[in-house]
């Protein structure tokens, strides 16, 4: 469980990097499956001790241009 392994500090901002890289996706993007993909990029990079804020909106991020890049329509207008 996420909360047993990350203090809530770090929860805090794994919250706000999903939602930031979750922008970066169209409106009608933010399927569950794709909110799912990129919390597990989050996770993983939590899990390598890359806690901060900064660390975990460039995951999320980058995430998100994977997926952009296998789905153009996901592009933002």
Known sequence: MIAEEF?????ANMEVALERACKMLSIGAEQHANRRYLASRIIECAQRGDITLRSLTE???????????????????
């Open 7 to 11: 203090d809530s500090r770090t929860i």
């Open 59 to 77: 995951a999320g991020c980058l995430a998100a241009s994977e997926l952009r890049a296998r789905k153009p329509n996901f592009a933002k207008s």
